[in-house]
């Protein structure tokens, strides 16, 4: 009996080293982790350039936000009873989708709309027309989007156009912000010290209406 | 890490603009206890911009001498990466009897990953030496409609690709 019981001491002990060896070279999940469920992990494909494209954009402002957008439309699935003070009405199920977006707006002067009559020179005086200030991006990548609730059914269309309100949105708030004016000004001060430090002393500097 | 919302100044010359896609492929199948699995492809659509920052250029990297300039300009460094929603598509989508369609979060979460690997290639796309040569021609226009004649542009030892 005592020889059974010490076969089975070892046996469970070899059990036990086994398993922590395998959980060290990860052939087995943790003990914490077994029931957690592994992350969906994207194969390394190759990336193909479409379009190489020449940019004169002086990035001057760049406007970061968060917000939030929800849809909601009625679902398929069970209808749930409304308490109301004269008894309960029936009220079909609703479908929710409330996404948190982080983006941010780029904005700036394009450089490339100078031309040759906005540029005057005469000994150390030089005189600047600058294109306005513009929006160059309103960026909100997919690593800036957290789907908060998602309830019921929902299409890729319908999400992308959540997402697609709430690049609108942050780009409305950035314009709120006086974005273009912030961007005109600091466009002005690089300009400027880049005359200066390229030898003119007297700078003149116009931003076009 | 807390994330500072708001405006912020910046003094980049964007130069290049690289427009790529690539294919996001993802099988669900590594979970021990989920019976049946789920496939994925996902096509998109990104924007790479390039180019150089101005902040970084001080007085001691311009050399004037009457009609000859010399300017040491930084490094190229990666400006922003964008990848529209709209640009974002299933392909396709193959999914078990007893699994669940990706959800919205699933599908974001693999694109961020797609995200990750197109940002982190951007040094083997080429995207830094285009926009080095288009600030280097970009600039060297400027300074001739500013009167000069001899212009020598290089480019600093230093490399600091970081975003």
Redesign the interface.
Known sequence: MAKLFKKIIIAAALIFVIIFLFQKISWLPSFKNIFRSQPVVIDETPIIIKEINTLAQLVTVTFTDEVVMDTAKVGNGMPSLLPLSIGTILTPSVDKLVIIGRGKVIAGTDLKQIKEKDVFVTGDSIHVNLPAAQILQTIVNPSGFETFIEQGSWSEAAATSLKVKIRDKITKQALEQQILKQANDRSLNIIEVFLRNTGFKKIGITISS | MQ??????????????????????????N?????VGDRKILMSC?ASL?A?ID?SR???KD?K?DGEN?SLTLPHAKL????????D???VFQEVSLFRTNF????????????????KE?ADS?GIFV?AET?ASL?INN??Q????KNININFSQAKNRLQ
Do not use: H, R
């Open positions: 994330q500072v919302l708001g405006l912020q100044k910046m003094s980049d010359l964007a130069t290049a603009e690289y427009v790529v896609t690539k294919i996001i492929k993802a099988s669900d590594k979970t021990w206890y989920k659509k911009v180019g101005l250029l001080t007085e311009i004037i300039i400006i922003y990466i964008n990848i529209k929603p709209e974002i598509q299933t959800s919205s979060q699933e599908k974001d979460d693999l694109a961020a990953q797609a995200e990750k690997q197109i290639s796309l285009t288009n970009f400027f300074l409609k500013e009167g000069f």
